[in-house]
């Protein structure tokens, strides 16, 4: 028998040691990174340097309600993707009656409704404004003017309190090793290059991707997960 395995975001990294880990695939499998169709110089990745850390929760979530009326001038069709409901509400509650007159946020209606609206509106000429959750990060497909920004509002950490993760962690400290750069950080990267596959979804798209966490910049880990994204035009200022 054989399997064959094929996903654009089965490396973390640059690497498949995160799928080899979680998958437990024999040691004599093949692993093959295969070239992307696309011209990823096409899409800009902009990390604004000035913004409070992210880990900063109350800073951080008072700066993307400020930034954010301006970055969704960009583009006619916006994903803004969030790793917590919790600032995802706090930002949407912040923002001016106008600038929520434009935004479908997740749960207020079903996925595939709130997706049919966004596209709806795109087509009557309308601006469209997306917020989101980790389900919105992959599967999720709006090519050409459906989406031409992409703002990620953290580095998509695992929930600290999940017992999958907890479980996962304490078998690799056990075995010494280290579970935030083996297990948190690699999971991170993969749902990170998820996250910025919702921008190019043909070969003739274009657009922005606004990653508003300066942890990149300024931790290792930052630039590992900054240096295993596709080779957009960077902007990191």
């Not at 459906?146 to 990620?152: F, P, S």
């Not at 998509?156 to 993760?165: G, L």
């Not at 990267?189 to 996250?195: I, K, P, S, T, Y």
Request: hydrophobic share 40%; glycine share 6%.
């Amino acid at each position: 028998a054989g399997v064959l395995v094929t996903s654009a975001s089965l490396t973390a990294l640059g690497s498949f040691d995160r799928f080899v880990l979680h998958a437990g695939t024999p040691s004599d499998a093949t692993y093959l990174v295969v070239s992307s169709p696309f011209d990823y110089s096409r899409g800009t990745l902009h990390v604004p340097a000035h913004l409070p850390e992210a880990n900063k929760v109350e800073a951080h979530t008072e700066a993307l309600t400020a930034e954010l009326p301006e970055m969704l001038k960009i583009a006619k069709g916006t994903l803004v993707l969030f790793a917590s409901r919790r600032q995802m509400l706090d930002v949407y509650e912040g923002l001016s009656e106008p600038d929520r007159a434009d935004i479908l946020m997740q749960d207020q209606q079903s996925k595939k409704t709130l997706l049919d609206e966004h596209r709806a509106r795109i087509d009557r000429d309308e601006k469209s404004v997306i917020f989101g959750l980790a389900s919105f990060a992959e599967g999720v497909d709006l090519p050409a003017t459906y989406c031409e920004h992409v703002i990620i509002a953290k580095i998509p950490f695992a929930v600290p309190d999940d017992p999958r993760e907890a479980a996962l962690n304490e078998w690799i400290e056990k075995r010494g090793g280290n579970a935030f750069r083996e297990i948190s950080v690699p999971d991170a990267g993969a749902r990170l290059l998820q996250a910025c596959g919702r921008l190019l979804r043909t070969e003739q798209d274009q657009g922005r991707i606004t990653i508003l966490d300066t942890r990149l910049l300024t931790k290792h880990y930052g630039r590992q997960l900054l240096d295993s994204l596709p080779p957009f035009t960077r902007v990191l200022q």
